[in-house]
């Protein structure tokens, strides 16, 4: 997920775009999610409920550029105004995986099987392509995907 010509917090979308031409296992689904939380939300409702989701994004959080972090999702809530702040910035358009990760958590949209996949981000400015540190991140973070699902599927 991510705002599209945001260069490396477009890393969601631009991966989604690669991800969608290799080969997956029965029952793995791709989809953007950059259309925002509530969305999200109205699409998870709208369907049978997922087992399991990895939920890729790119990030600011200071870390190298091109840092990936895997990490379980620990369903950990920040305060209620913080909650509203979010809720507010996401029907305003705001697209993050923060923000989708709290309001889809604390409406209880998403299973108890989360995994997350941050990119750290280094350039923001308007454009289409990966700056080269992102780009080089991108072989494993598609590793980290099939390592993520590798273990959930049956053997």
């Not at 990490?71 to 702040?85: F, G, T």
């Not at 949209?109 to 992102?134: M, T």
């Amino acid at each position: 997920m991510g705002y599209r010509l945001l260069r490396d917090l477009s890393f969601g979308p631009l991966l989604i775009e690669r991800l969608a031409r290799e080969s997956w296992p029965d029952g793995v689904e791709l989809e953007d999610l950059s259309y925002g939380p509530v969305g999200v939300m109205h699409n998870l409702d709208a369907r049978p409920p997922y087992d399991r989701i990895v939920l890729v994004g790119g990030v600011k959080r200071g870390r190298p550029p091109g840092d990936v972090l895997r990490y379980a999702w620990r369903r950990q809530l920040p305060d209620p105004d913080e909650i509203q702040a979010r809720v507010a910035e996401a029907v305003t358009g705001v697209i993050s995986l923060d923000n989708l990760l709290i309001i889809t958590t604390y409406f209880d949209k998403l299973p108890q099987d989360v995994v997350v996949i941050e990119v750290e981000a280094l350039d923001e400015d308007w454009g289409e392509e990966l700056s080269p540190e992102v780009e080089r991140a991108v072989p494993r973070v598609i590793e980290e995907i099939r390592r993520s699902i590798a273990g959930w599927l049956p053997s």
